[in-house]
């Protein structure tokens, strides 16, 4: 049996998906971006006179989908030490791991009781963000 976990806390997803899904003590997190819960803005993007896309503030966003992915985790009973897997997609490796790596040692201080991560560069995501997270966790209780 699964659950599908949706949370008015966190921007709604871009498709057809739930926030978060249940399988017996794990959650498995759908991809959570940096967008502003209730108007979708993206914390530190520039735009030029078109619409295009000309800069953007990584910490800005690293601390929105940090936000965003505790929004999913306490709509689905869980907590921020739940956290068991974080796989990170970062569409500029070279220019953003460095600030990314910070913001994510004061969410994650302590390794022995982080969780597992993997960071991967990737050229584009659905919305012009520059950061995505996919996460697991372990649920200490079932509801």
Known sequence: MTQAIHSSAAPAPVGTYPHARRVGDLLFLSGVGPRTPGTNAIPGNEYDA??????????????????NVRAVLEASGARWQDLVDVTVFLTDMARDFP???????EYFPDPASAPCRTTLGITALPTPIAIELKCIAALRDTP
């Open 99 to 105: 600030t990314y790596n910070r913001v994510y040692a």
């Open 50 to 67: 078109d619409g295009k896309l000309v800069a953007w503030d990584i910490e800005a966003q690293c601390r929105q989908v940090f936000a």
